[in-house]
Nanobody, 121 residues
Framework: QVQLVESGGGSVQAGGSLRLSCVTS????????MGWFRQAPGKEREEVAV???????TYYADSVKGRFTISQGNATTVYLQMNSLKPEDTAVYYC???????????????WGQGTQVTVSS
């Protein structure tokens, strides 16, 4: 059974930083992408950052480019460094794995339980 466990969420003032971590278990390493989605109150879930394992390509939503950095620690760990946080970054952040790109979007098969990030002005 695949499990994705996020940590590192919390509350921070605008301009601050947080680092999210995701540890996977029961997940067979594959070439499919891993990454982060988020969902703000009253909004649809959206892609934030995705990478292809083993030093492959990365993708960032326009809203986070230049501020967020996704990285892989090893085959089972993925990070999201978030700098210059804004109130509009407030959301539940989900770690995802085993995702495929289709129709211009990423479609994960596995999701974590989510971690709350709150940015105050």
């Amino acid at each position: 059974q695949v499990q994705l466990v996020e940590s590192g969420g919390g509350s921070v003032q605008a301009g601050g930083s947080l680092r999210l971590s995701c540890v996977t278990s029961g997940y067979t390493y594959s070439s499919n992408c891993m990454g982060w989605f988020r969902q703000a109150p009253g909004k649809e879930r959206e892609e934030v950052a995705v990478l292809y394992p083993g030093g492959g390509s990365t993708y960032y939503a326009d809203s986070v480019k230049g501020r967020f950095t996704i990285s892989q620690g090893n085959a089972t760990t993925v990070y999201l460094q978030m700098n210059s946080l804004k109130p509009e970054d407030t959301a539940v952040y989900y770690c995802v794995a085993d995702c495929e790109a289709r129709g211009g979007r990423f479609h994960p098969s596995s999701w974590g339980q989510g971690t709350q990030v709150t940015v105050s002005s």
